[in-house]
């Protein structure tokens, strides 16, 4: 019970901050209603555990703790993947623009040089 209650105050203050910091940064109001939609869920769960031993038992799981293990499992697995694959993206795009960048500078000092065909810093 002490576990319980102290873990409410945590995803209360959680969700309290987030709502001040999308409020402050001016997000997405769907991301917005969807984070506090995960952490009101959270706080459901947390004060009502048995209603994840009757989902996990509908579904075919022994008991309710596992089955949030495997959704937490899933969840951060899915999230990690969908990072890598934003990271690789940022990755080629800041190489597109480096590359871009550095064509530029050449063509210009190319061009603002009195004759030479060189960069002068090499």
């Given at each position: 019970?002490?576990?319980?209650?102290?873990?409410?105050?945590?995803?209360?203050?959680?969700?309290?901050?987030?709502?001040?910091?999308?409020?402050?940064?001016?997000?997405?109001?769907?991301?917005?209603?969807?984070?506090?939609?995960?952490?009101?869920?959270?706080?459901?769960?947390?004060?009502?555990?048995?209603?994840?031993?009757?989902?996990?038992?509908?579904?075919?799981?022994?008991?309710?703790?596992?089955?949030?293990?495997?959704?937490?499992?899933?969840?951060?697995?899915?999230?990690?993947?969908?990072?890598?694959?934003?990271?690789?993206?940022?990755?080629?795009?800041?190489?597109?623009?480096?590359?871009?960048?550095?064509?530029?500078?050449y063509e210009r000092t190319k061009t603002?040089?009195?004759?030479?065909?060189?960069?002068?810093?090499?």
């Open positions: 019970m002490i576990f319980q209650a102290v873990l409410l105050l945590v995803i209360f203050a959680v969700l309290v901050a987030g709502l001040i910091r999308a409020r402050r940064q001016h997000r997405s109001v769907v991301l917005t209603v969807c984070w506090g939609f995960v952490w009101t869920l959270a706080a459901v769960l947390v004060w009502k555990p048995e209603i994840t031993s009757r989902v996990a038992g509908w579904v075919g799981i022994g008991r309710g703790s596992d089955l949030v293990f495997y959704i937490a499992i899933i969840s951060l697995t899915a999230i990690v993947l969908s990072l890598l694959v934003w990271v690789d993206s940022l990755d080629e795009r800041m190489t597109k623009l480096i590359q871009q960048l550095a064509i530029d500078d603002t040089s009195s004759g030479r065909d060189h960069h002068p810093d090499v």
